[in-house]
Structure formats: structure tokens, C-alpha cells
């Protein structure tokens, strides 16, 4: 212990010779003093003097040596305390802005619980879109149901009744008669505007855990399912417009809000992909792949689905090859001008596009499609590179009754051909 002492009074003495000759401040004397008691602990730990470990002394200075031996630093006892609160804007104000958006708008969100003929039960999600006790939801959820109860956020439980049924987009709305001051409607926003990489929420009740919200992107636009409704030729027409997102949608978000951060409506949760390729829920769970009607297709059909109780698509009677179909092999084997547009397979006998004279593909006696049909590549100016773009043009755009033109590439040459559109059968 007295040996670590005269080490100190050693550094010291130095430290003096060096203030004399080289002016340190007084402020730097101020800090050696506050180092001492540092510079104490670390040469005299609390251990028994015998116990103290012999530290190896200086070098030898040779006499012609002009390089003075510098002491190490002493290692601070306490640290500067953490900042256990950054503050990082953007997360902050993305944090803000869910916390309010969620309170602005989950008040109007709905829990649907209901019960069909067959005894089976279910639940689903729904939302308010005026004060006339108006709620939009999927035709799957409340479409064929025998009893439904509305469930409000505040507590609020009433009987509803499905007044209106689109199985081609699949949208209902079911309507509850409470005060107007219990209605929290949610606004539509335009999902023209919605790009993909934009962030959206999700409310509803997955699992029957009402007032979930999620957060995700818009991953993709432009998507199709089938339709709840078989055509004519035997198959299912085609439900355009969707939104893919990878926000988190299960069973029991159906017919819940897809919002934007201003807390407007872009889209109304309806299926998910799972794990089993069951596109309406199922045990395998969320795996990143939802979709939802866009609010332009909800904006279209849930005004006459409240006035009529149905609404009517407009039909152009053809089938095409969709996307996935479109191959290089497949446009040569067909022998197509280009690998974009929509490949006219099929035009039903008597429907509008036949009466246009829109052609389609010959088919062999075993259902193999070949050449000969008209390559969609526009419709009223506008570029067709899928067959979806087609479909999505006239859906919102169109109704039965009105006009669309469609250039057509038919044995190398292009051509416009009007065509009258009728109502989907």
C-alpha cells in the first residue's frame, strides 16, 4: 500500500514539473485533481496489501534517451450513463400515426358472428360505411347465413340481416338498425392511388380476436381470383382488381378494412394463400399472401347492392388464356404475333363479343387449344399485356349496354372492332 502511495506522489510531482513547464490551465488542474482518487483505485484495489501484485516498473531510461515513459490512462470507474430512450423520428411518427389511426377507426370496425341452416356456425369482420347502419363485409361471410349478430367495439351487440349479395366480387351488406351516435363510418379512399410498397393496415377479428390490427405493404395490384358464381361454359367468371398485400389476414379478418395511413378504405379483406392452397382460410395460416377487393370495385357495386340488393357486371362473352398460360413456348406453338395481350380462346355462341365478331382459338376434339384466335392487345386505347388488364379495364369502367373498342391482332394484321356490351348471365 505505502509503495502504491509514493507511486502516486511520484505521478504528481511529475505532473507539477510538466505544468510549470508547459502551462497547463487551472482547468487542467482541476481535472488531474478529480483523477487522483481514480488513478487510487486503480493502483490500490481492495485486496490485502500481501496480496497486492508486484507491478513491473518503468523501463530504464537511457541517459541519451530523449523519450520520457508515459503512464497508462486510468480506466474510468463509473461510465457515462445509457440513453435508454432514443429518439428516432421516423419510427416515432409511424408510431404515432398507427396509435391514432387505430383509435380513430376501430370504433367502426365490426365483429360478425352467424349461423347457417346446416348448424354450422362462423365469424367474420365488417365495417360501417354510413350513418344509416350500413355494413360492408364479404358475400362468404354473410351471404347464406340463417342468423348474424353484429358485434361494436364499444360493447354494443345487434341482430343484422345481409340486404344486398355480389358473388362475383364477393361483397355483401348487411344492415343494423341503431342510433346514428353509435355509427362510426369508415371513409372509401381511391386504390388507383395506392401503389405498390405502400404501408396499410389491417383491422378485424382473426380467430375471434376482435380488434386486431396488422401492418404490411401492398405487395402487388392487379390481381384475380375466381368468382363465387359459375358461368355459362362451366366454369367461373373472373373477379379483377384485387390488392396482394403482406399484411397479416386469417380466417376471420374476411370482409375487414384494408386502410392507408390516412385511415381511408382501400380494400376489404377477402382471401388469403395458405400453406394447403386454400384461398378462403384454413388451418395452415397466413404465410404472407392476402388479398383484398380493391374500394374502386367496392365503390362501384355496394350502392346498387344497398338500392337492389344485387349488381350487374358487364359481359363480353370470351374467354382468354390468363397469365400464367402465356408462355414463349405457347405464343409460338400458337403462332402468335406477340407474347402480350389476351389470346381469345373461346366466344360464347349468341354473346356480345360473338355478335362483334371477335374469333376465337380452334379446339380440338380433345379440348386442346390451338391457333387461330384474336390476340386482345387494347381496348379503347388502352395497352392489354394480360388478360386481366382487360377484364379490370371493362369492370370499372363500364357497365352493361355501353361500348369498348378492342384492337385485335388476327392473321398479322391488326384491327379495332366495337363491341356492345351485354349483362353478365
Excluded: W
Aim: contains cysteine.
Amino acid at each position: 500500500m505505502n509503495a502504491n502511495r509514493m507511486k502516486i506522489f511520484a505521478i504528481l510531482a511529475v505532473m507539477a514539473i510538466l505544468t510549470m513547464a508547459c502551462g497547463i490551465s487551472s482547468q487542467t488542474l482541476r481535472s488531474l485533481e478529480t483523477l487522483v482518487p481514480q488513478m487510487q483505485a486503480t493502483l490500490a484495489p481492495s485486496l490485502p496489501e500481501e496480496s497486492q501484485p508486484q507491478r513491473e516498473a518503468p523501463p530504464p531510461v537511457n541517459p541519451g534517451d530523449t523519450q520520457q515513459y508515459t503512464p497508462p490512462a486510468a480506466v474510468p470507474t463509473e461510465l457515462p450513463p445509457a440513453n435508454l430512450n432514443p429518439v428516432v423520428p421516423q419510427t416515432v411518427e409511424l408510431q404515432t400515426a398507427l396509435e391514432q389511426l387505430y383509435d380513430r377507426v376501430n370504433p367502426g370496425v365490426v365483429s360478425l358472428k352467424f349461423s347457417t341452416g346446416g348448424g354450422q356456425s362462423g365469424q367474420g369482420t365488417g365495417f360501417v360505411i354510413d350513418k344509416e347502419g350500413h355494413i360492408v363485409t364479404n358475400c362468404h361471410v354473410a351471404c347464406d347465413v340463417n342468423y348474424m349478430e353484429v358485434h361494436f367495439p364499444s360493447g354494443l351487440k345487434v341482430e343484422g340481416r345481409t340486404i344486398g349479395k355480389d358473388t362475383d366480387s364477393d361483397l355483401a351488406v348487411v344492415k343494423v338498425d341503431v342510433n346514428p351516435a353509435d355509427l362510426v363510418p369508415l371513409p372509401l379512399g381511391d386504390s388507383s392511388q395506392a401503389p405498390v410498397g405502400m404501408q396499410v393496415v389491417a383491422i378485424g377479428n382473426p380467430f375471434g380476436l376482435s380488434g386486431t390490427m396488422t401492418i404490411g405493404i401492398i405487395s402487388a395490384r392487379g390481381r384475380t381470383l375466381e368468382s363465387m358464381r359459375p358461368s355459362e361454359s362451366g366454369g367461373t367468371f373472373t373477379a379483377p382488381d384485387l390488392i396482394q398485400t403482406d399484411a397479416a389476414i386469417n380466417p376471420g379478418n374476411s370482409g375487414g378494412p384494408l386502410l392507408n395511413l390516412s385511415g381511408e378504405v382501400i380494400g376489404v379483406n377477402r382471401a388469403i394463400a395458405t400453406g394447403d392452397q386454400n384461398m378462403f382460410g384454413g388451418s395452415a395460416g397466413n404465410i404472407g399472401i392476402g388479398y383484398a377487393i380493391s374500394s374502386n370495385i367496392v365503390r362501384r357495386v355496394v350502392p346498387s347492392l344497398i338500392a337492389s340488393g344485387t349488381y350487374d357486371y358487364p359481359y363480353l362473352g370470351i374467354g382468354a388464356l390468363t397469365d400464367e398460360f402465356m408462355t414463349l413456348e405457347t405464343c409460338d406453338k400458337l403462332q402468335m404475333a406477340q407474347c402480350t395481350g389476351a389470346y381469345v380462346t373461346n366466344v360464347v355462341s349468341g354473346g356480345p363479343g360473338s355478335r362483334a365478331g371477335i374469333r376465337g382459338a380452334r379446339v380440338d376434339q380433345n379440348g386442346n387449344v390451338g391457333s387461330g384466335g384474336d390476340l386482345i392487345i387494347a381496348v379503347d386505347g388502352q395497352p392489354v399485356k394480360i388478360f386481366n388488364d382487360l377484364v379490370t379495364y371493362i369492370t370499372l369502367n363500364k357497365y352493361p349496354g355501353e361500348s369498348v373498342t378492342l384492337t385485335v391482332m388476327r392473321d398479322g394484321r391488326q384491327m379495332d372492332i366495337p363491341v356492345t356490351l351485354g349483362r353478365r348471365p
